[in-house]
Structure formats: C-alpha cells, structure tokens
C-alpha cells in the first residue's frame, strides 16, 4: 500500500497532489505493526466503543502497553454521533502530556480522532475495525455540528492499520456499506465532470481515473466481498483507503462524494433530528446511487424547462423536511444564491447534448440496481426503512443540506 502515499508533483490538472499519511499497513497480521507505528510517542490517548474495543481495541491496547496513558470508550451498543457532546468527551480524556491519539474502529470514531487531532495540533493513527466507508485516509472529518452534516477540513492519519482477520470478522451490514461506499463512486464521478461541465468547477482527471479504476475493481470483487474472501476484503480496504488518499490528493471530498451521499446525508440527518432508523452510510449510499441512475435515465429522456420559483413553498417545503435545522438549510442556499442564477439557467437549457453526453457515461437504473444485489442487498430495505414519500422528499432537498453541484441540481432546477 505504500505506493498510495506517493506525491504527484506534476499533473495535467496544473496542481500538485500530496498525501501526508506515513504509513498503511493492511493484511494479514498488521495489526502486530501498530508499536512501531507508535515508536517515538510516549502518552497515547486510546478512543474506542464497546464494540470496537471488543474485536480490536483491548488487543492494541495490550501491544502498546505503558504508552498507553489515557483511554476514553463510548459505552453501549447505541450508535456514536460525531456531535459536540462526542468531540467534548474525547476532549475530557486530553491531557497536557497527550502525545498520539490511537483511535480503534470505523467511520465515526475515525471522523472523530481526526477531527480532535486536527484542532489540537496531534497527530493520531487508525486501526481499522470494518472495511465500511472511505474516509479512513481523507483529509476531512464528516461531523454533525449545530445539527448540521459538514466535513471541516482536517490532516488525515499519521498511519493507517487493518489487520484482514479483524476486517473479515467485521458485521456483514459493515462490509457491505464499504462496498456501498465504493460503488456510489460511479454517480459522484459523473456528477463531478457534470459539475465542471456546467459551473467550471476545478477537475483532475488523474483522481478521477483513478477513482474509476478502484470503483471499478471493486464492482468485479463482489462476490468474494459478500463471501468474506480474506483477499476480498483485503481490496476493498485497500481501495477505500486509496479513495481516501484521492481526497486528500485534491483537498475536498469531491471525488468519492456526490449526490448519492446527499441523499445518504439527508437520510442520516432526518433520522437523527426525528428520532427514527436510518441504515448504515455506506448502505445508504448504495441505494442512492440506484435512484440517482434513475435520475440521470428521466433527465435523458426528457427536454428541460426552469421550474417557477416559489419562495413560500420552498420556505415550508424546507422547514417540513429540516425541522430544527431549517433556517441554516435556507441561509446556506441563500448564500449560495443557486436558486437564482440566470447565467447557470441559460447553460443548461442551451447545452443539453452536452450534459445528456455526460450524464450517459453513468451505470443505468438497472446496472446500479445489479452491482447493489450482487452483495446481497435489495432496494426493499431502503422502501422499507424510509418510505416512498420521505425517499421522494430526500430526492427534492438532499441538495439543499449541501453547497456541491450534483445531479439533484439539474433534475430538482429543471427535470421536475
């Protein structure tokens, strides 16, 4: 893996690329790498849950021993939220001597060694317990603060550690979102060349041919994946790892994430904000990217008209969907100003055999909807979880939760 960690010094896209993680160490047995990993540091801080302290958590412990100064484990079985009261408690477990931060898990408590790391200047190393999202090596922490998804910008790990045989006993829902995670990389890549096409958005077609070809791999590594294969597995958290490095590569998240993490976002939001279930992100994002072909299939078919504007519709329609979180919603997309936009508006309907070319290049309906089953997952689930009517009300203002140019953009404008 360390090839991944490269700098690109000289790309078409005129900018340069860097990664600063020293060290990934997946395979068999990595986990026996995490001391010299940590040689040099003297007062670790050690982050876990219940769970992950469980499958990997107490063995790492025991390998670094003495260094080991402070630890903090997120009790129960409940999901951890990467919220203030979370970032509060690590922040408890700090002290002055605090030298590392190790964290032990996935998506969230990595979000939240990141992020904690980042604000006072530590460094922190992951050990990976589930190959189930892509932002181990990102250069951003995905949180939810003042009851809003945002990812500040923060320094990704010092090293990465995945041990297979940690990996491979991860929950099967947890193996199956990291595929998810990987397979959405098809809609947000097109909603990247769609972004550029349209807005002039900076693009690097080395991250995004790269992207591709993980996406890619991934696709045809599916049966092996749900089979808990250990070389299986092994490629899918060696490829979430390499998407991560690819954000970092370009400093936003911008090639691993698109309209089918805005819908994925929106599900997670509103579960949160009404106290109801919502799946695992990167399960989430799997379906999504089924109904995103089905987007991108309409918009074919169809011939564009801008959709009338209706200020107090929208206001209602905004605060029905947020709730306590409404007027951020608002204020962002009023500052933005997308929803006004004569210039944007005159493109779009002038140019579209331009975006019809872009927007063919993404899997159908019926190719995403393959890829999902081929894990073993089923569109059921995510009709069943939500519902019809909450899934049509995420396709209308997922796009309003964020400030990136996606798909959702061009069906919500003028394809509604």
């Known amino acids: 893996m360390s090839h991944l960690t490269h700098s690109i010094t000289a790309c078409s896209c005129g900018r340069p690329h860097h990664c600063p993680i020293r060290t990934v160490s997946i395979g068999e047995g990595a986990l026996l790498s995490l001391p010299a990993v940590c040689a040099g540091y003297s007062h670790i801080l050690l982050v876990a849950d219940t769970n992950t302290y469980a499958a990997c958590g107490e063995r790492a412990e025991a390998l670094l021993g003495e260094l080991v100064a402070s630890k903090h484990i997120f009790a129960g079985t409940d999901l951890v939220i990467p919220d203030e009261a979370s970032v509060e408690a690590i922040e408890g477990k700090l002290t002055d001597g605090t030298d590392l931060i190790v964290g032990v898990g996935s998506g969230v408590i990595n979000d939240l060694c990141k992020f904690v790391g980042h604000k006072h200047g530590l460094p922190y190393v992951i050990v990976a317990t589930a190959p189930s999202m892509d932002g181990y090596a990102s250069a951003g922490a995905a949180m939810i603060l003042n009851g809003m998804k945002v990812t500040p910008s923060a320094t990704p790990p010092m090293a990465i550690v995945a041990d297979t045989e940690v990996l491979r006993k991860a929950p099967m829902d947890m193996i199956r979102a990291g595929y998810g995670d990987i397979i959405g990389k098809f809609s947000c890549l097109n909603d990247w060349r769609l972004a550029a096409y349209i807005r002039g958005e900076y693009f690097c077609q080395t991250v995004y041919d790269m992207v591709m070809g993980t996406a890619k791999r991934v696709r045809s590594l599916a049966s092996g994946i749900a089979n808990r294969d250990g070389e299986a597995v092994t490629a899918l958290m060696e490829a979430l790892v390499e998407v991560g490095i690819a954000m970092a590569y370009v400093g936003t998240s911008r090639p691993a994430s698109g309209s089918e993490h805005h819908l994925s976002h929106f599900f997670e939001i509103t579960g949160i904000l009404n106290g109801t279930p919502y799946l695992p992100h990167g399960t989430d994002v799997a379906y999504s990217s089924v109904l995103t072909a089905r987007l991108r299939e309409e918009i074919l078919s169809r011939e564009p008209a801008r959709a009338v504007s209706d200020r107090p519709a929208y206001e209602a329609a905004i605060r029905k969907a947020y709730t306590a979180i409404a007027d951020s919603v608002i204020a962002q997309q009023e500052k933005l100003g997308w929803y006004h936009e004569d210039e944007i508006d005159e493109f779009v ?33 995510l009709y069943a979880t939500y519902g019809e009517a909450h899934i049509e009300e995420a396709i209308r203002w997922a796009k309003d939760l964020k400030d990136r140019y996606s798909v959702l953009w061009v069906y919500g404008l003028y394809y509604r």
């Open 349 to 381: 309907l002038t140019h579209t055999e331009g975006i019809r070319a872009i927007l063919s290049e993404a899997p159908t309906e019926a190719e995403a909807r393959e890829m999902v089953e081929a894990v073993g997952l089923s569109m059921e689930e």
